[in-house]
């Protein structure tokens, strides 16, 4: 088993699941990979990996029904990875406590960096224990709401999510707020404009 832990990658579409697990074992993690909500579910039971990492929206169970089953039934954290960013879907990974939402489409060298945050930040939320490997060498976690308003600036603007951050903090630097407070600005006027974006579409 490696030392870096084990994740259970999810996804229906099965070039992505294989982009994922093989550039997260050429990582040094221990991958588990599932392409529907219900095999993601007992592979979670028998395995018990570290961490999930879940598409959204998948034909039968979705991710947000996986997730609520692994926080649930199995204490698990998770992280999402969807190619939507609308204010209902925000406000659902909020809701169901994503470690971290991640925006499509799929870069190998951004899902790495994003796994090894959340395996830093799980570690430092069980004090006591020795310092993961890959602590040592990972930048320190984002909070959620941050990794959360940084997807949806990926995802708004194109670019790759240094630069989101870096749009965020400048954002929080000349609107005079810290970065969670801005993070929460922009996460709420996005979940304020899903109800109208509804109402336009006619949906």
């Given amino acids: ?18 982009t994922l697990a093989d550039g997260l074992t ?14 993601a579910i007992l592979l979670a039971r028998q395995h018990r990996p570290d961490l999930a990492l ?3 929206r998948m034909e039968g169970k979705s991710g947000f029904d996986v997730a609520a089953y692994l926080r649930t039934y199995c204490q698990m954290p998770f ?9 209902e879907t925000a406000a659902k990974v909020r809701a169901l406590g994503a470690l971290d939402y991640l925006v ?20 430092a939320q069980r004090p006591g224990e020795n310092a993961s490997p890959v602590a040592a060498d990972a930048s320190a976690p984002l909070a959620s709401g941050v990794a ?25 630097t000349t609107e005079r707020h810290t ?18 974006a509804k109402a336009d579409s006619g949906s």
């Fill in 79 to 87: 992280m999402f990875l969807s190619a939507f960013s609308d204010g």
């Fill in 104 to 123: 499509k489409p799929i870069e190998i060298g951004r899902i790495v960096p994003a796994v090894d945050a959340a395996f830093v930040k799980l570690q």
């Fill in 54 to 56: 879940l598409d959204i």
């Fill in 148 to 172: 959360m308003a940084a997807g949806v600036l990926m995802h708004r603007y194109s670019i790759a999510r240094a630069d989101a951050l870096a749009r965020l903090r400048t954002m929080a």
């Fill in 26 to 39: 050429r990582a040094g993690y221990d991958v588990i990979d599932a392409d529907n909500g219900d095999d």
């Fill in 179 to 196: 970065l969670a407070d801005q993070a929460e600005r922009i996460l709420a006027a996005v979940e304020a404009l899903a109800p109208r």
């Fill in 1 to 18: 088993m490696s030392q870096k832990g084990t994740v259970l990658v999810v996804d229906d579409n099965r070039l992505v699941l294989a």
